[in-house]
């Protein structure tokens, strides 16, 4: 193996920059050559892959979002697709890959080890959504701008006693909103993976106010409904002043946290490794502070589990 590729590919995530120099420095500094590839599968396929050498991956780190860009591209789903990726791979004489993203592109990873050239996956989303992972790229970046965002809404909800329904992202998975509902102080959290009966909230948010509890935040995970519905039903329940507030794709912006920048680089110089080790069609993660791999197959069986102990830990901390 001489030469290797690199493409970021579905939702964006802070500290992707992060791991593609991460994987450039390892992959220079083991005698490899690197050559980024733009905009995903759909710049793979279009032949959008150029040389990328140390100087390219310098003053990138502590920049969100990713340099490679990112797009979906559902063809890379049909063998079609995939043999044209596969002509410009030999094309450009590159050996093996390293593609960064989530569930969809570690499917488009695993098609590529079939076809004979190894490809490492790194969980680079937002929503950390990803099995056998602890942590993917990005989520703690995620989270912060979440809490900050959560933070001002505390001081505004307490000068006009209002309750805020905040609505976080994480597609269907609730991590999001238990990391940020905890260190945001929540009085309540929504999740998927939790049920909540609404008239029980509106009498917690009634009792809170009646004990002079002045700024009520409930957070609430995307993937349960949005907040203006959440804002509806519990108006029927009684007027706590309630406005509902949608963070949206800010979330999915800014710096990496010191984190995610750490994060991205034990990952991106992990996969180079696996790779240098003849291994492909593996996911890279982190458990229990450890960097660690499994096979792609094997997270497409499995369910992410969010840190449920979150939820009791608030429900405990917000009375
Ligand atoms: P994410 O990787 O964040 O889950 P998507 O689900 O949009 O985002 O997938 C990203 C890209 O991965 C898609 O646009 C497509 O190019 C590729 N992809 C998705 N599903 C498959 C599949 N079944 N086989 C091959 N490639 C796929």
Do not use: C
């Amino acid at each position: 193996m001489k030469r290797i590729g690199i493409l970021t590919s579905g939702g964006d995530a802070p500290g992707m920059n992060a791991a593609i120099r991460a994987v450039t420095r390892r992959a220079i500094d083991k005698g490899l050559e690197v050559f980024g590839i733009n905009y995903g599968y759909a710049g793979l396929v279009a032949g959008d892959i150029f040389p990328l050498n140390s100087e390219d991956v310098s003053d990138r780190i502590q920049r969100g979002g990713t340099f490679l860009y990112s797009a979906r591209y559902p063809e890379f789903a049909n063998v079609e697709g995939q043999l044209k990726g596969i002509e410009q791979l030999k094309k450009f004489g590159i050996d093996a890959l390293v593609v960064i993203g989530g569930d969809g592109s570690y499917h488009g990873a695993l098609r590529l080890t079939e076809h004979g050239y190894n490809t490492i996956g790194l969980p680079g989303t937002i929503d950390n959504d990803i099995p056998f992972t602890d942590f993917t790229i990005g989520f703690d970046t995620a989270v912060s701008t979440a809490v900050d965002a959560i933070d001002k809404l505390h001081d505004t909800a307490s000068s006009h006693e209002r309750t805020f329904v905040v609505e976080v992202m994480g597609r269907g998975a609730g991590d999001v909103a238990l990391w940020a509902g905890v260190a945001g102080g929540a009085q309540k959290i929504i999740v998927p993976e939790r049920d909540f009966d609404i008239k029980e909230i509106a009498q917690e948010v009634k009792e809170g106010r009646e004990q002079g509890n002045k700024n009520m935040i409930i957070v609430l995970a995307e993937g349960v409904m949005h907040a203006e519905d959440f804002k509806k039903e519990l108006d029927k329940y009684g007027d706590f002043d309630t406005r509902a507030t949608v963070l949206g794709h800010v979330q999915r912006g800014g710096s990496p946290t010191v984190k995610d920048r750490v994060l991205a680089s034990k990952m991106g110089a992990h996969a180079v490794d696996l790779l240098l080790d003849g291994k492909g069609g593996l996911a890279v993660g982190i458990e229990n502070n450890k960097i660690t791999s499994h096979d792609i197959l094997d997270l497409f069986d499995s369910k992410h589990k969010p840190d449920l102990s979150l939820y009791d830990l608030n429900e405990s901390l917000s009375r």
